[in-house]
């Protein structure tokens, strides 16, 4: 008999994970469709001056050719704390994903005790006993005044298994969970990336302007040599002079201003790679004069390339799954446990045959009335679902519009900066011919100050043109993905088998 108990007790698990395989209630995952374009309307009609090859894995700002751009991005890894938090958050779910399944297997543990008590003969005619507690390496027995006293000993294993046979959905729930958390973390650091290169480009930016102004100032002293003499000549007012003096030292001023930006724009990189702002100092650089366009692609090919298109297709899966889970809650629940042992004394008899002990039992519940709980919680699971599969639509609408407004961006401050450099080539003629014309007392000295204006103007607003182009660049890189693609997410039984290799 107890042969018989210890082969069903052996048997048990494995016939019941056979069962626990058909037994998966709720509905079947099967990934919606999401409306995408056959075409990206921006490209038409537009050739790339500086067409890019696709995004390196994991290095996409090697486009740029900029060695400390990459020395900088390469810290995000290491040191960016918004990056380490959604490292953290993806560690917490793949360990749900192991709490989860632990609730898919039996619970098995070992006890041992050892009890000493005694009592007095008289305790039969309603005197009362007393006992005491004895240490395991106490044995044996006695009598004073009718009574006896002796040393019990037992071991036992319990398995115990509260049955989840109508579906393993919270795991895999939980399993798609985590690959939503593994997306969030690779938008997260390409969102960190990407924040970084702009930050960087509109440093870059800063430190061109101050070398415009400073080429500036310093065509204007010039400017203001030739009117002082003008003057000493006698051939101008001193009017020319204090004018030109006052245009100088204006410009004088807002090249200072130029290092409130770039002090900023510093500070911002250096906590983007986890360092306080007094720790990182980067000195003055050229603002890089190519503009790399990395070609989109098919539009159908977006939806691999984005992780958060892939965390809010796998968000669906996480909430389809939690619907089966509220439909669990309509069949019952099952319980089995087991019991072996040996108890008794004197511990050198324990493991006799006569003294082993054994029970088998099942358990189970069926709720008949809930006052319509289950039905409620099925319609909520469901109606989550269907707001999960609004949002990924919605997701998948919002990527082909950044991708287009990068492209549009892109195509437009194009052909802008071609304009803007006629008009430059312009105004310095105009600059150079009205000098000439001043000296030659043709003119008066305020349209000299007119064209110099002019051409300063142009000037900054080409160099802002730049600045818009390379960021609109990185713009489109991060609405590209980076050089992600859903392939680097983490399988569901790679994450289910991060802590256990047995995957039911």
Request: with cysteine.
């Amino acid at each position: 008999m107890a042969r018989f108990a210890g082969l069903k007790a052996r048997s048990l698990p494995v016939l019941l994970s056979l069962l626990l395989a058909g037994c998966t209630v709720g509905p079947d995952y099967k990934k919606p469709d999401a409306p995408t374009p056959v075409a990206f309307k921006e490209l038409a009609g537009w050739k790339m001056s500086q067409p890019a090859d696709a995004v390196d894995k994991g290095a996409w700002w090697s486009i740029y050719h900029d060695p400390e751009l990459d020395r900088l991005e390469r810290m995000i890894d290491v040191s960016n704390q918004t990056v380490k938090q959604f490292e953290a958050q993806y560690r917490n779910a793949v360990a749900l994903v192991a709490e989860a399944r632990a609730g898919l297997f039996p619970t098995a543990a070992l006890s041992a005790a050892v009890s000493r008590g005694g009592g007095s003969s008289r305790a039969s005619s309603g005197s009362s006993g007393s006992g005491t507690s004895g240490s395991a390496g106490s044995s044996g027995s006695g009598s004073f005044g009718g009574s006896s006293r002796g040393t019990e000993f037992s071991v036992a294993g319990s398995v115990d298994w509260d049955l989840d046979v109508w579906g393993r959905r919270q795991v895999e729930s939980s399993a798609a969970g985590a690959q939503v958390s593994a997306a969030d973390l690779a938008n997260a650091r390409l969102s960190a990336q990407a924040t970084l290169a702009t930050d960087y480009f509109d440093l870059r930016a800063e430190d061109a302007l101050a070398q415009l102004l400073t080429d500036t100032v310093a065509a204007y002293r010039r400017a203001l040599q030739i009117t002082e003499n003008q003057y000493h000549a006698g051939t101008t007012s001193s009017i020319d002079y204090v004018t030109a003096l006052a245009q100088l030292q204006s410009t004088e001023a807002q090249l200072v201003a130029v290092g409130v930006q770039r002090q900023q724009f510093e500070h911002a990189i250096a906590v983007l790679t986890g360092h306080p702002p007094s720790d990182l100092t980067l000195a003055p650089a050229p603002l890089a004069a190519a503009v790399p366009v990395i070609p989109p692609g098919l539009p159908s090919a977006l939806l691999e390339r984005r992780p958060d298109v892939a965390a809010a297709e796998r968000s669906m899966q996480q909430e389809n799954a939690l619907i089966g889970v509220a439909v669990a809650a309509y069949y019952p629940d099952i319980s089995l446990s087991a019991l072996a042992g040996y108890g008794g004394f004197p511990l050198g008899t324990l493991f006799n045959a006569s003294n082993r002990v054994w029970s088998l039992g099942a358990s189970g519940s069926e709720t008949l009335f809930d006052g319509g709980l289950r039905h409620a919680e099925v319609a909520a699971a469901q109606a989550t679902y269907d707001a999960s599969v609004a949002s990924y639509r919605q997701t998948v609408l919002t990527a082909f519009q950044q991708v287009e407004d990068a492209l549009s961006n892109l195509r437009i401050l194009e052909m802008q900066a071609k304009a803007e450099d006629i008009a430059i080539r312009s105004t310095q003629r105009a600059v150079q011919a009205t000098l000439n014309a001043y000296r030659a007392g043709t003119v008066v000295y305020t349209s000299v100050i007119t064209e110099q204006t002019q051409l300063l103007s142009n000037q900054q607003a080409a160099l802002a043109i730049q600045q818009s182009r390379l960021v609109a660049s990185v713009g489109l890189v991060q609405a590209l993905g980076g050089g992600w693609s859903t392939g680097d997410l983490p399988t569901a039984s790679t994450i289910k088998a991060r802590y256990n290799p047995l995957v039911p």
